[in-house]
């Protein structure tokens, strides 16, 4: 394992506009009125449910996010989260019974759905860490919404693995956390994103990948002033791990629940 890696940004001035697009980059487009997505373009993938989409956010990067909850003859049948791109494109995060994956629509029309690899929800995914030392700070007031900023990495083997629009996909991850704490009232913390990177350094998901990761985005907490740091990846022994407390986790490209998993343990949470 080399003893400093270089971070690399996929080639292109695309992917250079995603690492930057929290940082002022210029050739991120400008912000224009959010559209919502047509529910044309998910239509086949809610079956008998119905769509309850929450409010359209726009993003300064120009990509716009809208999730909410499916609703079917029995209550809730599950959630989705819907991001469009500034070309157009859109990628859809479906949870349902027998159907959760991620539809994707490039900016042509093409459509493709890839299901998420189920993992064994028995398996052990947690590294115990001590917790950590707490400071005292002053309390939000009452209403305030608590921000917590998200750095994403992802390797090139998993972007490979499952070929995602990586901001479109951690946007997605991070809305798909924030429609859970709104499932459960919970309105004064909000996941944000401060950053995506790619890196050509392959960090499976295990225990040592989990560590990798740790060590290799918190070393940038200086640039992104982030909170918690998520790293996708593929290969390896788990659909994730985390430290719990704590705030790192790795997680499998494969799945769209794994991060959403891994949060609750760095939160403390049993598994
Ligand atoms: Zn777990």
Redesign the pocket.
Known sequence: MPLNPLYKVIAGTCALSWVLATTGCAQVSSVEAPVPVSADVYADQTGDSRFEPGALQQQASGYSVQSGNLLGKQGVSGAMVVIRAPDGAVTVFVDREGNRGLLQVDASGKRTFTPDVEFD?L????VEDKPQETRLSALPAPGAVTYVDALVGFTTQALAAREVDPYAFALGQMEWVNLSLRNSAVRNIELRLAGILVTQEDIPVTTAGLSTWQQRLTALRSSYRHDINAGFSVGGDAG?W?YRPGYSSVNSIHGTSPFK??M??NVGG??
């Open positions: 929800p398996q052990l995914d947690t994730g985390a998993h891994e609750g343990h049993a598994h």
